[in-house]
C-alpha cells in the first residue's frame, strides 16, 4: 500500500510542475514600472521618448530562451512586443532595451508609453502585470 501511495505522490508532484513551468511566453509578469529617457538601446535600436518602448530586467533578459548572451542584438526579446497593464488600463510595447536597475519582473517605459498607465510624478507603479505578445 505504501508503495502505490508513493507512486502516485510522485506523479502528482510530476504533473504539478508540468503545469507551474510555463514557457516565457505564457506566463504574466508581476513587477515595478518606472520610467527613463530613451536614446540607443541594448537591442541596436534607437528611440525617442514619444516612441512606445520598453526595457525589461536584465536577468529577464540575459535569460531569455534563444539568447546565448554575448551581442545583446541577437536577443529573440528585441522587437518583441508586450502589453503592460495596471489599475485598468494598458498599453502595447515594444522591447529595445534591458533595464540593469531593474528587479526580475520589472519593466522601464519610455515617457510617452508609461503616461499610458499613470501620470508620470506617480514615478513608479507597484503591482503591473505585463505578457508577450
Known amino acids: 500500500m505504501f508503495s502505490f501511495v508513493k507512486k502516485v505522490l510522485v506523479l502528482a508532484v510530476a504533473l504539478v510542475g508540468m503545469v507551474n513551468a510555463a514557457p516565457f511566453e505564457k506566463r504574466d509578469n508581476v513587477g515595478d514600472a518606472t520610467y527613463y529617457n ?27 530562451p534563444g539568447y546565448a548572451s554575448g551581442n545583446p542584438n541577437s536577443n529573440p526579446l528585441c522587437g518583441r512586443y508586450l502589453q503592460a497593464n ?9 522591447i529595445t532595451d534591458r533595464c540593469v536597475g531593474c528587479a526580475y519582473g520589472d519593466i522601464d517605459l519610455t515617457p510617452a508609453a508609461f503616461q499610458q498607465l499613470a501620470d508620470q510624478s506617480v514615478g513608479r507603479l507597484h503591482g503591473v502585470t505585463w505578457n508577450l505578445l
Open 86 to 94: 495596471y489599475q485598468g488600463r494598458s498599453v502595447t510595447v515594444r
Open 38 to 64: 530613451a536614446g540607443l538601446g541594448a537591442c541596436g535600436i534607437w528611440n525617442s521618448d514619444a516612441d512606445y518602448i520598453v526595457a525589461v530586467s536584465a536577468q529577464y533578459f540575459d535569460t531569455f
